[in-house]
Each structure stands twice: as C-alpha cells, then as structure tokens.
C-alpha cells in the first residue's frame, strides 16, 4: 500500500505559479513512477507529468515548458504562467509494479483555481 497526501493548492490569477507537494508513504526510490494528473469539472483526469525512480520525466503537452516535476524525499510539481485551463482537482500518484503487475494508488486531491 502507498498513501499520498497532496498539498499546495489554492486560488491564482492567471500568470501566477503555484508548487504542488506530495508526499509519500514509503520510500519515493520504491516506487517505479510518480505522477501528477489533473481533473476539471466534467472532464476525465489527465496525465500532467511523471517522473520514473531513475528520474526520466514526461509532460502533458499542454502544460510542457511551464510546469516543472521534480522529487526529493516527496515529488513537487512546479506550476509557472498559469492560464484558466489548468484550473482542475490536481492528483499525486504512485504506480508500484509487482511482478509483472502495476498497482495504481491516487492521493485525495487539491484544489487549483486559476482566475481570469
């Protein structure tokens, strides 16, 4: 089992930043992927960015040159030049692979508001 615990969020005008924070229940480097996914009000939730245990990262293309992910004992991510769109439920999660099997775990959320 791994909890993630989010924090970080809150309402900002557009052109703000915002730095998001997980932190884990385990050891992050026991963890084959964290990431980052997002969902707006009736919208599915996305992939906004990864980062593997040796470090490779991926972002969602909406967001690349503007949000940074990164880890140290927890896995932030980094929200520059905000823009209305990106408001949504922001979500940490970790995938853990067993054998040959990924389990998935998702945090509770936190709140991005980004104003017009």
């Known amino acids: 089992q791994v909890q993630l615990v989010e924090s970080g969020g809150g309402l900002v005008q557009a052109g703000g930043s915002l730095r998001l924070s997980c932190v884990v229940s385990?050891?992050?480097?026991?963890?084959?992927?964290m990431g980052w996914y997002r969902q707006a009000p009736g919208k599915q939730r996305e992939l906004v960015a990864t980062i593997t245990s040796i470090g490779s990262t991926n972002y969602a293309d909406s967001v690349k040159g503007r949000f940074t992910i990164s880890r140290d004992n927890a896995v932030y991510l980094q929200m520059n030049s905000l823009k209305p769109e990106d408001t949504a439920v922001y979500y940490c999660g970790a995938t853990v692979v067993a054998g040959s099997t990924p389990y998935n775990y998702y945090g509770q959320g936190t709140q991005v508001t980004v104003s017009s």
């Open positions: 385990r050891s992050i480097y026991s963890i084959n992927a």
